[in-house]
């Protein structure tokens, strides 16, 4: 039990994973598999984020107030990675967006088993 | 939901908690994510760029690379988003 | 050539809106070295003002003043700002992206390297901004 005391927010990011692993595994529309997949990398965002906690501590602007301790700033590095795959995690949710968009405009659909049947009609 | 189903996400959600069981405790002051490169960072951040925002002088300057490669990626996105939907160009 | 649903309220609020975003997305990218901020989070204020112009005015009045192939130009021009903050130190002797190797003359390396992390984030900025409005521009155009 001391484990859930400290690690609590682990478990929540774990929950959250498997909340978005849910949504991309067990739905079948196309577009609630993107939005499983947006809550999977969140709760990635999250796991990272609490990485970087130093309970007592505060933000890594460094302040003349408190000093360059390096013990008295959160990690930056976790928010620099993170940063970046914010953003680039936009892109990629554009990049689904558009195939999603081409593939409504060919079958009409994005129910995985309209689309499948449609595909053995044309084919 | 059909019950293979609840069983990948048990045994999935089963082995997160076993693994993260072992992370070292945010309070613990020999956990490698305070003894790496992150004091360096802190510490030589204003000698070495002059920019009292750790955040910003590890994005641009000590990780830049790895910045110009996310980069790369946000711009690859773009193009390939025009590449899947081109735009129909209306002359009027 | 508006859309029908335009309405004075929304136009003119956007209008005004506009330039104070715009305003605020530059004092992100700048202010990145002494707060929050930097090129990623100003360049995604920059791209939300340019949609909430679509969005408001129409894209057709809108693609006049900043169209889709103005917004990926931005793009290409911000990755090669980047890449050329990475291959002038290397002109001059240092590493890719060293930028205390970059040809400023009267400053100190520190300096340099602060003003290198200015001219990199402003590249980034950029590439977000471009990127984000021609996602925009191309998730919604219309098929014809």
Known sequence: MSALATHYIYYMTAGLLVIGLYGMIGKKNLLKKLIGMNIFQTAIFLFFIYGAVKPGTTVPVLDIRIGMDAAAYINPLPHVLILTAIVVSVATTGVALALLISIYRRYGSLEESTILERMKQSS | MNWYTAIVLALFFGLLVYAESDL???????????????????????????????????????????????????LTAGLAVMLILPRKERRR | MRDELANP????????????????????????????????????????????????????????????????????????????????????????????????????????????????????????????????????????
Request: glycine fraction near 10%.
């Open chain 2, 24 to 74: 070292p405790d945010p309070s613990d002051a020999s956990s490698p994510t305070r003894t790496h490169v992150a004091p360096r960072y802190i510490e030589q951040s204003y000698a070495d760029t002059r920019t009292p925002n750790v955040v910003t002088s590890v994005l641009a300057d000590y990780r830049s690379y790895d910045t110009f490669g996310e980069t790369v990626v946000v």
């Open chain 3, 9 to 144: 309220v929304v136009e003119g609020l956007s209008r005004f809106l506009v330039p104070f975003m715009q305003i605020f997305a530059l004092y992100v990218i700048t202010h990145g070295h002494y707060g929050p901020g930097g090129g990623f989070q100003g360049g995604v204020i920059l791209a939300a003002s340019m949609m909430l112009l679509r969005l408001a005015l129409g894209e057709e009045y809108e693609h006049r003043r900043f169209s889709p192939t103005a917004a990926t130009f931005v793009a290409a021009t911000g990755i090669l700002i980047y890449a050329l903050a990475g291959l002038l130190p290397m002109a001059f002797g240092g590493r890719f992206l060293d930028y205390a190797y970059l040809p400023i003359p009267g400053l100190s390396n520190a300096e340099l390297r602060y003003h290198g992390i200015l001219i990199v984030e402003s590249g980034v900025g950029m590439v977000v901004w471009g990127t984000l409005v021609t996602l925009f521009d191309h998730l919604l155009g219309r098929e014809s």
